[in-house]
């Protein structure tokens, strides 16, 4: 798997995220479309980031029967993404629901990967609301584990967890990391973050990176320190 900087395409339009892609004229840089954009403009958004040269991430975080979520991956298949994700609480069999509609005819298929618990989403909600009264740390690696024996590639987890997933999963499962900040950058609403180094050295094979380069005045040059950084 390729190490690489995500860049969380949080905007509500098309204009606006492309008088931000346009600042790129070298390097295309992976992009996350997330609820926000692809609710605010449709699949013509993924197409045309796509024929511009990005690799995607569609953050869509699907939950649902098996047979909706299969029939929703298909559908997102056809869209050529890179990456794409679920919800492990969805269960393994809407997990490998997903993974057969994602599946193309000639066998290909993009990344998939699972969201644990939401890490906005404490000890006391988990408990209080979800009626979980495991450990949450337990909780994530138990959801890791299940996305593996139903055939997926990683989960999005934070940053401090990612050493333990590796561990508990395999070297090769894939994590992906968002909570990331320069180490002289605003935190902003973020609770537990980590600078591109530290997320290099716990072993993240892929962040996500919004604001510290999306609202920087200089993104391209944010971008390319967040890139230096990370990948070295
Ligand atoms: O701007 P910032 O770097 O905080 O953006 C992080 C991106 O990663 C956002 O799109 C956010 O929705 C996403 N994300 C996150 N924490 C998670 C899952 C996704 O921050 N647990």
Do not use: W
């Amino acid at each position: 798997m390729g190490k690489d900087v995500i860049i969380a395409c949080d905007f509500d339009s098309a204009e606006k995220t492309f008088a931000f892609l346009d600042k790129f004229t070298d390097k295309k840089p992976f992009v996350k479309i997330g609820m926000e954009l692809y609710y605010a403009e449709g699949p013509s958004i993924v197409r045309e980031i796509k024929r511009r040269g990005h690799k995607i991430f569609l953050d869509l975080k699907l939950h649902d029967i098996p047979n909706t979520v299969k029939k929703g991956m298909a559908v997102l298949s056809r869209l050529d993404v890179d990456m794409t994700n679920l919800h492990a609480s969805g269960t393994k069999r809407m997990m490998q629901a997903a993974i057969e509609g994602l599946t193309r005819p000639d066998g290909t298929r993009p990344i998939l990967i699972a969201v644990t618990q939401l890490t906005s989403t404490d000890q006391e909600s988990m408990e209080n609301d979800l009626l979980i009264r495991e450990p949450i740390d337990k909780v994530v690696m138990h959801y890791a584990s299940c996305a593996k024996e139903a055939g997926l590639d990683g989960v999005v987890c934070s940053p401090l967890e990612a050493g333990k997933v590796h561990d508990c999963c395999g070297r090769d499962f894939v994590t992906v990391t968002p909570g990331v900040r320069f180490a002289d950058g605003d935190v902003g609403d973020q609770k537990r973050v980590m600078t591109p180094a530290e997320a290099n050295r716990i072993g993240s094979d892929y962040i996500v990176v919004g604001r510290p380069i999306t609202a920087a005045e200089d993104p391209v040059a944010a971008y390319e320190r967040c890139c230096r950084e990370f990948i070295g």
